[in-house]
């Protein structure tokens, strides 16, 4: 259900960006497997040797969103996308990675809103998300899950869990705590820049003019091993339009105006790669870095069609950070290795679990035109 306090200006108060459906629930993008070897002891065991684990970052999602057994602990309501990516090869001269040569590489992704709740109405102020698996031709898969915001509120595992006791509702007001989110940035100072810069954002009006960032950093590793930091977005073609400030009607008002849109033809993204230099952050998703790093058009991304989740398609596919293919490397970021583990744990539990169906389902007759 949705948060009746909640108003079109929600994404921008300091208890919104903290509690669900806004960015209290954004860290653990899709799902997933196990992947590399250095994640591997996080994977496997405690996130932080006796403090947190992945499964108690889990329920600790459940306890606050309630359980909807099948559906993802997090970014939960969304429609499979499929599509392919043309790389422009100008990413070669960084990275090995066979999806950057020119050539056409074939996506399933996922069109996503942050939170835990299935059925909860689309609003402005929702999180947007969008995972991609690149299936690359010579068998290898690299998967990463970004969202329409510029930086992540805390920049470890222990504080994101903080941040999701924080900002639970109450049940006698529907609103967090506030001596629980005072306490929260006080333990996390790292938050209150972090807010400042998502609520400087003016955010899209949809999917399909929204730029969607990997707010971890990761390395291209290069002919001869070199390795470059990078960090990745999805750059819209479409023209951006600005979020509404009243809703329009309709629960899946931002998934019926994707699907508009795409019956007008494709929509596409361009892969923009930003070059990291010595002494940018790469341990920590609270930082943005300097504005004037070099970018590298990597290539575009085609999505030509979506569809409610079903056997076969997105909706059994773990979007884990950590699937990366020869010539993409893993940072130090804690964060990086706390998603794998805790998406371990979601894909496990609702690989055991009744499916219902897709939690968006298009309406049949031709939605209003996207925006």
Known sequence: MSDPEASPSDRYSLAALLRPPALARLALIGAVAVAGAGAFAWAGGLLSPGRLTQSVIIDTFEAGDGPHPGFRRNHAKGLCMTGWFDGSGAASAYSRASVFARGRTPVTGRFA??????RVPDSPGAVRSLALDFALADGEHWRTGMVDIPVFPVKDPQGFRDQLVATRPLPATGQPDPAALKA????????????????????????????????????????????TPVRWSMVPVDPFAPEPVTAPAGDNYLFEALAARLRRGPAQWRLELTLGEPGDPTSDASQTWPPDRPKVDAGLLTVTSVEPETAGNCRDINYDPLVLPQ?????????????????????TRRAGEPKSPSAVQLSARPAQEAR
């Open 184 to 227: 929260f940035v006080t333990a996390h100072p790292e938050a209150i820049k972090a807010i400042g810069m998502i609520k400087a954002q003016t955010f899209s009006s949809g999917f399909a003019d929204a730029r969607y960032n990997a707010l971890n950093a990761f390395f291209l590793v290069g002919p001869g091993g070199r390795r």
């Open 113 to 118: 809103l942050a939170g835990g709740m299935p």
């Open 327 to 347: 010539g993409i490397a893993p940072s130090a970021d804690p964060l990086l290795s706390a998603r794998s583990a805790a998406y371990s744990v979601s894909f």
